[in-house]
């Protein structure tokens, strides 16, 4: 039995059961790639059935307000992939009459699709033969055939595309395409793989050469940058000053405080009077680690709208600002 095959054949053993695989509605299809994107699967069920339930097409979707679609978004963080993905439901909706394309071309010209997104819609909705390379695939290919190019690496994207779509099968692109993806997310897992158990052991070149543990190879390591964040809570009479955030970051659109950026942690703030300080919140990204502190003050001169308190649960505020707000009602 050959690669494919076999990974199909244990795809229909041990698959998991998630909606979107019982679809071949292109829009449900992209919202699930779209949420699931940098996600588990834990994390991201719950808000692709929110999602598919509150706008059911894509009609719906580009009807919606901005600030509810961030809103349902909140807490899934990466919140371009919101706004991109609102901005082209309005596109299809609107300019392809709700006609969503079914070449690999068009789709990967659509805002906020690339190479993969791109491949995994054409192939799943419309069976069009475009091999998906996601983290998984990459890890899978790169043990199975013992190859040692960096993942990250140019070069590594192209062989790791060629050779996947070398091994597609033209059949059945969608269903090689899950199980591949399905393959790398349950068994041949990012450490420890139980190989013992694997269908794949006897011709696997990792396994075969004790390389299991060393692919795949990647070339750069992140860097993480250390960020210090002040936020200022100004309060008035029950009411709180919040701002939309416009500057073309990873919370655009959101909403939070009037903030102030220091090189180091800020001890103490002079000028405007001081209701309270909050402790110091950690906030891991994959390029940052932000530390943040919130300053409850009277007055400033600060930009902003004020909303009553209990109001402020409509807006759609970054995860930071979450914390924050739960840590206020345990007190
Ligand atoms: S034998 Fe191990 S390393 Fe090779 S494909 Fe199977 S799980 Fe992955």
């Known amino acids: 039995m050959d690669f494919s095959q076999t990974v199909i054949r244990w795809y229909n053993k041990n698959k998991r059961d998630l909606p979107w695989r019982h679809t071949k509605d292109p829009y449900k299809i992209w919202l699930s790639e779209i949420i699931m994107q940098q996600t588990r699967v834990r994390q991201g069920l719950p808000y692709y059935n929110t999602f598919a339930q509150k706008f059911p097409t894509v009609h719906a979707l580009a009807k919606a307000k901005e600030d509810v679609v961030m809103k349902t978004w909140q807490g899934l963080g990466y919140y371009s992939r919101a706004r991109n993905l609102h901005h082209t439901a309005k596109f299809i909706s609107k ?30 909705a419309f069976d069009k033969p475009h091999a998906v390379v996601d983290g998984n695939v990459f890890r899978v290919l790169s043990r199975y055939l013992g190859i040692k190019i960096p993942i990250d690496s140019t070069e590594g994207k192209k062989v790791f595309t ?6 597609l099968d033209k059949k059945d692109p969608g269903t090689f395409n899950q199980a591949i993806m399905e393959f790398g997310a349950l068994q041949c897992v990012p450490q420890n793989p139980d190989c013992g158990i694997c269908p794949l052991k006897k011709t696997c070149k990792a396994f075969a050469k004790d390389l299991v543990a060393k692919l795949p190879v990647k070339s750069q ?9 002040n936020y200022f809570v ?3 009479n029950n009411k709180t000053l919040i701002r939309k955030r416009t500057e073309n970051d990873i919370w655009k659109n959101m909403y939070d405080f009037p903030l102030l950026e220091t090189k180091k942690e800020m001890k103490k703030l002079n000028a405007t009077r001081v209701l309270s300080v909050s402790k110091s919140f950690k906030h891991v990204l994959s390029h940052q680690i932000i530390f943040a502190r919130f300053w409850e003050v009277e007055g400033g001169n600060h930009k902003g709208t004020y909303i009553h308190d209990n109001q402020l649960n409509r807006y759609a505020f970054p995860r930071l600002i979450e914390l924050y707000f739960e840590s206020k009602v345990k007190q």
């Open 234 to 236: 100004v309060r008035k």
């Open 95 to 124: 300019d392809l009459n709700g006609k969503f394309p079914n070449e690999f071309e068009e789709i990967k010209k659509l805002k906020g699709i690339g190479e993969y997104t791109a491949s995994a819609i054409a192939s799943f």
């Open 221 to 229: 390591k992140t860097k993480v940058r250390t960020r210090y964040f």
């Open 162 to 167: 060629q050779k996947a779509n070398l091994l």
